[in-house]
């Protein structure tokens, strides 16, 4: 069983920062691709970041530049860095860790972005 839990959303102005924070606990023997996504109210889950054990990173488009991935394997936790916040980036943001064969998801943090 493997657990995910993410934590850092709230209440930002735009054109501010959060950090978000996922780690992921369990039965683990080794942690492939770590990643955040987003899903806005109405609108479809998205990719945001992604980042392989070895460090390779992945954005949305519309993120890269202000968003950044960052991972600790040594402690399976994933961060992301998100500056010059927008309203439109309001959303339950939330990480997913695979493992083996399996994407494990956390629970979600609520980022509010207000204008």
């Known amino acids: 069983q493997v657990q995910v839990v993410e934590s850092g959303g709230g209440l930002v102005q735009a054109g501010g920062s959060l950090r978000l924070s996922c780690a992921a606990s369990g039965s683990i023997f080794s942690i492939n691709a770590m990643g955040w996504y987003r899903q806005a109210p109405g609108k479809q889950r998205e990719l945001v970041a992604a980042?392989?054990?070895?460090?390779?990173?992945n954005y949305a488009d519309s993120d890269e530049g202000r968003f950044t991935i960052s991972r600790d394997n040594a402690k399976n936790t994933v961060y992301l860095q998100m500056n010059s916040l927008k309203p439109e980036d309001t959303a339950v943001y939330y990480c997913?860790?695979?493992?083996?064969?399996?994407?494990?998801w956390g629970k979600g943090t609520l980022v509010t972005v207000s204008s």
């Open positions: 997913a860790a695979d493992v083996a064969v399996a994407r494990y």
């Open positions: 980042i392989t054990s070895g460090g390779h990173t």
